[in-house]
Nanobody, 126 residues
Framework: QVQLVESGGGLVQAGGSLRLSCAAS????????MGWFRQAPGKEREFVAA????????YYVDSVKGRFTISRDNAKNTVYLQMNSLKPEDTAVYYC???????????????????WGQGTQVTVSS
């Protein structure tokens, strides 16, 4: 069992930056692959970025490549999403997700994660 709490969302102007954090409970965080997803009003939840349990493998949706960076600190039980060059279309509720993994792999699929945070709002103004 793991509980996830996101933080770091807010209002930022286009071109600005934010860093989201997701703090996980439990002593086996380093065994979990992690992901960030987002959901804009009236749209389905979409994959943003994922990282394997070691941090050695990452994967991004094309729309954020070169702008967003996912990372993790297993000693702090925390995963991060550094978001630069933000655009109004990045506005959404951002969710952190986790899943126990026995291989150092990533997943871009929501059904590949068993645990979810409550979400944090990111609003990018034009």
């Amino acid at each position: 069992q793991v509980q996830l709490v996101e933080s770091g969302g807010g209002l930022v102007q286009a071109g600005g930056s934010l860093r989201l954090s997701c703090a996980a409970s439990g002593r086996t965080f380093s065994s979990y692959r992690m992901g960030w997803f987002r959901q804009a009003p009236g749209k389905e939840r979409e994959f943003v970025a994922a990282i394997s349990w070691s941090g050695g493998n990452t994967y991004y949706v094309d729309s954020v490549k070169g702008r967003f960076t996912i990372s993790r600190d297993n000693a702090k039980n925390t995963v991060y999403l550094q978001m630069n060059s933000l655009k109004p279309e990045d506005t959404a509720v951002y969710y952190c997700a986790a899943h126990r993994s026995y291989s150092d792999t990533v997943s871009p699929y929501a059904n590949g994660y068993g645990y979810w945070g409550q979400g944090t709002q990111v609003t990018v103004s034009s």
